[in-house]
């Protein structure tokens, strides 16, 4: 198993975070990982984007330019990855603030509409496990147990009471796929 | 009389420090730095700290510091013996730790390990010697070089316009919350030599209970670098150096 | 005991210092290795292992702050980034001058001068060929993994006290920064003064009724003696340059041709040699992990086999200096390298190799 994953979007919108749970999450189901961000100022309100690999054998280059699977959040990044989805893979975006889609049909492309769902839920900090859930379902990546486990080691203790309300985010982007 | 008689120990009054080495001193004849070694010397010796001082030599006269007091040293890049200071005594904080700095070293090219090493607190001993001249490199322009001096790079004497003004680095280091002493002494006569002696064992015993930084700046000479005899040398020094760096404690808590 | 945890490079050196019972740590912050110092001040070893962790009112203080603490013995290190490393150079040669064992990281960013916060190779010429004054050589460690940030805080530390000599962790902003999964040394007690004493019996850390005093010094006025000094160092490096070469090698049994590339760029490298392999291109990949002392004869060996060497780097063509030399222009060596901060993807290493050889 060998997993090649791209997060981009605005900073602030949890991409490096997302990322983070994700590479917690498979170091929890024993497998190798990796979490390479671009770092920089863009962590402050500029473009973000980190690569995340998840394999059962030893990993070489956490700097990739084609992924298995790429999760879009804003249109820069649409613009920018999804051409470097390999045939096959899957792209998966949210709708809200793109107004150019994807293009591609040699690849599964997957639209979350994940603002819309935090705003159904009520709480936008979770948008980016709305995301999460939807490429776990979407890839049938990690059990959900591991996941919980991932953000439990993420998050500092004192946040550990918001953890329902992330699973409740996750479940709810697994849902929209 | 014979010699003999001269000799014995019951007409001794005054001997060589038990921790001076054997070295001839590389110093000039009149220089102020072979009196405040041999203060140096006996206060650790009376202190009973030659088995836990660790000295700091500066680059500078003072280089070879540790040819002549007969405890462990460490020779610092130039300026930079505060930081070095920094590290041993917070490593060895059962240990006394000093450095023994010139004017260039601690004032112009040290400045800045020397006001954040004293503004931390570090718990040192910083002896300074201020004889307003770059004595090893052959007389240039000292931070603390007076107006109108003249030296090597100062011609025909120093100009505030062209190289600023002496600075008077004590006074910048008493207004800070880390030291805990900070005197100006000088060794230019008996009675100067012996109040410097007890303003050294004071900074070490600071040092002993822990109090911060102990600054002790002795206003000195330097007859080679300022062209005079020692006699005139010593004579300038009072007449100008303690005119700009007067005498006495500028903080003691 | 041994620990599997998921971290960033940077974290993992402060965490593999504290386990490895290192005695103290100076730093002053710049991206992209802040998190090594931040990282100290959160475990607040002080309370734990009694470490000291300082930060410095500049670099230049705080290599010097390693230099006191060397001085006396101590297990001290200190890490920066590209031009905090240029600041700590004069330090860097006084420890090696006075003979003293330190840890210094460099987690390099592209230059010159305030340059980039990005992931860079070159520093390569000023760790292995110099940057501060006088004849002298650092023990260069060139880390790929988390894991191997983590090791070389013990080996590089281990090498220093082995050989009384300054050693350096050459990194880069990409293993910095990256996280993976990584496992912690056990916890080592730190020496004691009577084992400092012992083991280190040059320390100037007080006489403690030691007959002779120590002193620690680069300077020394004679020629003749000045000389000697230098012959003895030389002579340290040659022993140094024949125990202590380390590398590693991927696929190069049956390989037409090699890629020689050190630290995370080798890693880059290695996927595109996984996909030319998928295409039934036979490239190899060799990696210095001693960056000096350098794999010469292992790479003059090499040489012999392959048809064309290229390496990679995040620099104009520094390493491949010394692989040309290693080489004697026996094979094609060339080079391909991002400038600035940009960091190559497989794909540009694999064209590179094709239009150089296989055209």
Redesign the interface.
Known sequence: MKEEIIIAGFGGQGVLSMG?IL??AG?MDDL??????A??PEQRGGTANVTVILSDKP????????YDTAVILNQQSLDKFESKVKPGGTLIYDPYGIHRAPTRTDINVIPVSAMDAVLELGNSKTYNMVLLGALLSARNLLSTDAVIRGLK?TLPERHHHLIPLNEQAIEKGRSLV | MTIQEIIKPENKVHSRPRLLTDNITHYCPGCGHGVVHKLVAEVIDELGLEDRTIGVAPVGCAVFAYNYIDIDWVEAAHGRAPAVATAISRLEPENVVFTYQGDGDLAAIGTAETIHAANRGENIVIIFINNAIYGMTGGQMAPTTLLGQQTATTPYGRRADLNGYPIKISDMLAQLDGTCYVTRQAVFTAAAARKCKGAIKKAFQNALAKKGTSVVEVVSNCPSGWKLTPEKANEWLKEHMTAKYPLGDLKDL | MEEIRLMKGNEAIAHAAIRFGMDGYFGYPITPQSEVLETLEEQMPWDTTGMVVLQAESEVAAINMVYGGAAAGKAVMTSSSSPGISLKMEGISYLAGAELPALIVNAMRGGPGLGTIQPSQADYFQATKGGGHGDYRLIVLSPATVQEMTDFVGLGMELAFKYRNPVMMLADGIVGQMMEKVVLPDFRPRRTEEEVREQCPWAACGKHGRKQRNVITSLEMEPEKMEANNIRFQEKYKAIEENEVRYSEFMTDDAEYLIVAFGSVARICQKAIEEMREQGVKVGLFRPITLWPFPTKQIAELGKKVKGILTVELNAGQMIEDVRLAVDGGVPVRHFGRMGGIVPNPGEIEEALKAHFMK
């Open positions: 983070k590479a917690y170091l190798e990982v990796t979490w390479m961000p770092y920089g990993i070489s280059s956490p700097v990739l330019d084609k080691k």
